[in-house]
Nanobody
C-alpha cells in the first residue's frame, strides 16, 4: 500500500520561510511527476508547483520567485522550500505523486493528507 506523508508545516510570520517535505512509502516501482497543491479555507484546491522525474519544475504565478520545489529520487521524497511567505499563503498543503506500485501496473495519482501552513501578519 502506498502512502504519502507531509512534514514541516507550522506557524510563521510574514516574510519568513518554511520547508515542507513529503515522503512516499510502501509498494513503489517508479514515480514520475510529483507536486504540491494547497487549499485555503473556503477556496478550491490549487496547484502550487510540480516537478517531473527529470527535475523540470513548474510554478503557479503566485509563488514564482518565492517557492522552490525539488525532489530526492533515491528516497522518493519531494520538497517545497517556501520563502518570503505572505498571509495569503496560509492553507493546507498537499503533496501528490504519479506512481506505479509495481512493474506492469498503470500509473495513478496518490495524495498525502496535508499539512497546515499559517502565515501571520
Amino acid at each position: 500500500q502506498v502512502q504519502l506523508v507531509e512534514y514541516g508545516g507550522g506557524l510563521v510570520q510574514t516574510g519568513g520561510s518554511l520547508r515542507l517535505s513529503c515522503a512516499a512509502s510502501g509498494s513503489i516501482f517508479s514515480i514520475s511527476a510529483m507536486g504540491w497543491y494547497r487549499q485555503a479555507p473556503g477556496k478550491q484546491r490549487e496547484l502550487v508547483a510540480t516537478i517531473s522525474s527529470g527535475n523540470t519544475a513548474d510554478y503557479a504565478d503566485s509563488v514564482k520567485g518565492r517557492f522552490t520545489i525539488s525532489r530526492d529520487n533515491a528516497n522518493d521524497t519531494v520538497y517545497l522550500q517556501m520563502s518570503s511567505l505572505k498571509p495569503e499563503d496560509t492553507a493546507v498543503y498537499y503533496c501528490n505523486a504519479n506512481l506505479k506500485p509495481t512493474r506492469g501496473t498503470s500509473s495513478h495519482w496518490y495524495w498525502g493528507r496535508g499539512t497546515q501552513v499559517t502565515v501571520s501578519s
